[in-house]
């Protein structure tokens, strides 16, 4: 099965920061990365898809990139609203497996 | 607007069995893939069922539960089920449903419920 390995497990950054955040799958994938900001006791919420493409409502400084193995999420200014954990989701086949996850708290 | 609302899990002793619902509303349920993921206590999300939204209704599982989970679907009733059998310690975690953004099960997840909490001790 693929595997999907996230980095940082956890990042502190100042307001305003730009933040990145790797994924990366073990064998390639194409775009079928998706991309869930969970916040602290809430539900995932889909933030990206295909890669690369922004889900309605979700603020621009958020944008994702990368196709085969390597893909990055970043938030081009980091928000006190934006603490929260991130993972990415390989789904061109089952397993659907999720990455680890980032936790992004505020310096 | 999108709503997915989970049973209520409970207690469940090692060994026993437990049947999630999800009920769906705000789309039309029958188009598309419907999934059931899982997080324990402090830790990740981790994929457990997806089910597709073609004739056959195919039905895909994460290694750590085959054979004792299963996934089905009730187009009529706008629901989603898992029925858990053989449930052990390491199965304890909120269960969330989650509607796919298309009829194959090979795509992001773009509306999840609230979760529900399955806790598996003696």
């Known amino acids: 099965d693929i595997q999907m390995t996230q980095s940082p497990s956890s990042l502190s950054a100042s307001v305003g920061d730009r933040v990145t955040i790797t994924c990366r799958a073990s064998?390639?994938?194409?775009?079928?990365l998706a991309w869930y900001q969970q916040k602290p006791g809430k539900v995932p919420k889909l933030l990206i898809n295909?890669?690369?493409t922004l889900q309605s409502g979700v603020p621009s400084r958020f944008s994702g990139s990368g196709s085969g193995t390597d893909f990055t999420l970043t938030i081009s200014s980091l928000q006190p609203e934006d603490v929260a954990i991130y993972y990415c989701?390989?789904?061109?086949?089952?397993?659907?497996?999720f990455g680890g996850g980032t936790k992004v708290e505020i310096k | 607007e999108v709503h997915l609302l989970e049973s209520e899990g409970g207690l469940v002793q090692p060994g026993g069995s437990l049947r999630l619902s999800c009920a769906a509303s705000?789309?039309?349920?029958?188009?598309?893939?419907m999934n059931w993921v899982r997080q324990a206590p402090g830790k990740g999300l981790e994929w457990v069922s997806s089910i597709s939204s073609d004739s056959s209704d195919t039905t895909y599982y994460a290694d750590s539960v085959k054979g004792r989970f299963t996934i089905s679907r009730d187009n009529s009733k706008n629901t989603l089920y898992l029925q858990m059998n053989s449930l052990r310690a390491e199965d304890t975690a909120v269960y969330y449903c989650a509607k796919a953004r298309s009829a194959s099960y090979n795509s992001a997840l773009n509306y999840w419920g609230q979760g529900t909490l399955v806790t598996v001790s003696s």
């Open positions: 989701q390989k789904y061109n086949s089952a397993p659907l497996t």
């Open positions: 064998q390639g994938i194409s775009n079928y």
């Open positions: 295909a890669a690369s």
């Open positions: 705000g789309f039309t349920f029958s188009n598309y893939a």
